[in-house]
């Protein structure tokens, strides 16, 4: 897979663990428009990122396992923020697509948003390390 590195947050070879304070459910309507009304809720669901064996684990009410299959893109937005995309499949091999959004500000509570996101709903998790 390459070396993935985050504003230094993510490395090759590393596994990383982190909380999500918070998280979202959205919903698309055929045109991809967002049409849920939700808000953001407190979560604890732990996020296992292992670039070593490509996975990303999530350990909540419903654990879910992501094959990491190939890196999409890439890109550093206006404000420095940087984003990588995946390829992936659940653990019911269904085919889905993972950002990892690492914000440039470090001091922030959510200094990572993990999206991940199928062509009718995403969940996106605010993450900070899990201490």
Known sequence: MGILSLNGLLAYSQVYKYKAIDSRLEEYNQQGKDTSTRDWEESGILVVVDLT?????????????????????????????????????????????????????????NFLNLVIRYSKMALILRLKKDE
């Open 53 to 109: 064996n490509e996975k990303i684990k999530t350990y909540g009410e419903a654990p879910a396992d992501f094959d990491l299959i190939h890196q999409k893109n890439r890109f550093t937005d206006i404000q420095g923020n940087e984003t990588v995309v995946f390829s992936a499949v659940d653990t019911k091999g269904k085919k889905c697509e993972i950002e990892i959004i690492a914000f440039k500000d470090k001091e922030a509570v």
